[in-house]
């Protein structure tokens, strides 16, 4: 699987956009790029994933260039329980379904009032 | 809407000791994981099982074996605990075949100290 490569840490504002890169320059034709985030000790929270088109749900929106070999996790409106460590995952999805990411260290994201 | 569910939550062994850590799902899904979470650090996999049956080696198995019990069950054991050991563990699961998204569902963690 490719590996990424994201900012050790970074802050936003209440209510602002939180902007969280990516690179993935190794990325195959078959790996789809997965962003999960991690509120304190909990388990990690699945988040959002694409391959090639922009994604968006209720959470957050996903941006990923057209050479796919990095992408963005913007959090429209981001409140103080968006504070958690943020993991972007590139993984091909199996035949048998399965699916075995390997995280990284993370974007240590920080929302201030 | 138990989700993913881990036993025991905490757990304190002495150098030696064998313990299990056992894991169970309730989604119906077929495949499913064990990560360890070393303070500071991201998520390292130690073993999957992509389908009742199977299981396979992740990124860091030495010192552990699991047994894929049935579809909703998947337990982590310890055979000989030893300090490097001592991590947060969790266990997760996933849906595969039609609507698969691969998306995990983690559990909530077992922490664990290896004196």
């Known amino acids: 699987d490719a590996k990424t490569t994201q900012p050790t840490s970074m802050d936003c504002a209440e209510g602002r956009a939180a902007n969280l890169p990516c690179n993935h320059s190794?990325?195959?034709?078959?790996?789809?790029v997965y962003w999960y985030r991690q509120i304190h000790s909990q388990g990690p929270q699945y988040i959002i994933h694409g391959l090639k088109n922009n994604e968006t749900n209720e959470m957050a929106s996903l941006i990923i260039t057209e050479d796919r070999k990095s992408s963005t996790l913007i959090l429209p409106h981001a409140t103080l329980r968006d504070t958690a460590v943020y993991y972007c995952?590139?993984?091909?999805?199996?035949?048998?379904?399965?699916?075995?990411?390997?995280f990284g260290a993370g974007t240590r994201l920080a929302v201030h009032p | 809407n138990a989700g993913v569910t881990q036993t025991p939550k905490f757990q304190v062994l002495k150098t030696g000791q064998s313990m299990t850590l056992q894991c169970a799902q309730d989604m119906n899904h077929n495949s499913m994981y064990w990560y360890r979470q070393d303070p500071g650090m991201g998520l390292r996999l130690i073993y999957y099982s992509a389908s009742e049956g199977t299981t396979d080696k992740g990124e860091v198995p030495n010192g552990y074996n699991v047994s894929r019990l049935n579809k909703r069950e998947f337990s982590l054991r310890l055979e000989s605990a030893a300090p490097s050991q001592t991590s947060v563990y969790f266990c997760?699961?996933?849906?595969?075949?039609?609507?698969?998204?691969?998306?995990?569902?983690f559990g909530e963690g077992s922490r664990l100290t290896v004196l």
């Open positions: 995952i590139v993984s091909s999805m199996f035949s048998g379904g399965y699916n075995k990411l390997i």
């Open positions: 997760a699961s996933s849906l595969s075949g039609a609507g698969n998204t691969g998306e995990l569902f």
């Open positions: 190794t990325i195959s034709g078959n790996e789809y």
